[in-house]
């Protein structure tokens, strides 16, 4: 199917860890791309590739990938870090995709 | 510094035809690996892919959307024109144009966002 599906939401105790998940088909051929979102503002680019962390992202987040799921860890999340995250892949006709977006709550 | 901006009417009435553009500075959207997608976000829900163009004009569409929506570049003006046809309210959005930079050329991403425009559709 031509859909990313992400769980709702998410809450992580500060300085704990923590996944968000994202299930598709088309991640079997295509690494997941995380944008985060917060509140009034335009979507930031924090990781996408196998390895890619653009300059200015703290290292605390990274990016995994197994069959059809892709994963977002934040490790040590910090207050900062609450948001909406949301994953984004290709299909095979390279048409973008977005998840239904994660709300993360850093408690 | 990149920056991406988006223009465009606050509102259009059901049925026409809504014409946003995208305006670039410091990156030429005609520079090769560089890619320019239009987003949308409805009032408290998801982010929505529309469209996106390549350097190369190599053009893919929403599926969903197809019949209605055109992505244009005009590499002289330095701009991508995104026109979606017969808007409903159910169109209503704040539309962002995005923009893969060549530093990400290939991976299918947008480094550089719009603020964003809001769109009303009511008559």
């Known amino acids: 199917s031509s859909e990313l599906t992400q769980d709702p939401a998410v809450s992580v105790a500060l300085g704990q860890t923590v996944r968000i998940t994202c299930q598709g088909d088309?991640?079997?051929?295509?690494?997941a791309t995380w944008y985060q979102q917060k509140p009034g503002q335009a979507p930031v680019l924090v990781f996408y590739g196998k390895n890619n962390r653009p300059s200015g992202i703290p290292d605390r987040f990274s990016g995994s990938s197994s069959g059809n799921t892709a994963s977002l860890t934040i490790t040590g999340a910090q207050a900062e870090d609450e948001a909406d995250y949301y994953c984004n892949s290709r299909d095979t006709n390279s048409n973008h995709l977005f998840g239904g977006g994660t709300k993360l709550t850093v408690l | 510094q990149i920056t991406v901006k988006e223009s465009g009417p606050t509102l259009v009435k059901p049925t026409q035809t809504l014409t946003l553009t995208c305006t670039f500075s410091e990156v030429s959207v005609s520079t090769s690996g560089v890619s320019v997608g239009w987003i949308r976000q409805p009032p408290g829900k998801a982010l929505e892919w529309l469209a996106v163009i390549y350097w190369d004009d190599d053009k893919r569409y929403s599926p969903s959307l197809k019949t209605r929506v055109t992505i244009t570049k005009d590499a002289s003006e330095n701009q991508v024109v995104l026109r979606l046809t017969n808007m409903d309210p159910v169109d209503t959005a704040t539309y962002y144009c995005?923009?893969?930079?060549?530093?990400?050329?290939?991976?299918?991403?947008?480094?550089?966002w719009g603020q964003g425009t809001m769109v009303t559709v009511s008559s």
């Open positions: 995005a923009l893969g930079s060549s530093a990400v050329r290939g991976w299918g991403v947008f480094d550089i």
């Open positions: 088309s991640l079997r051929s295509d690494y």
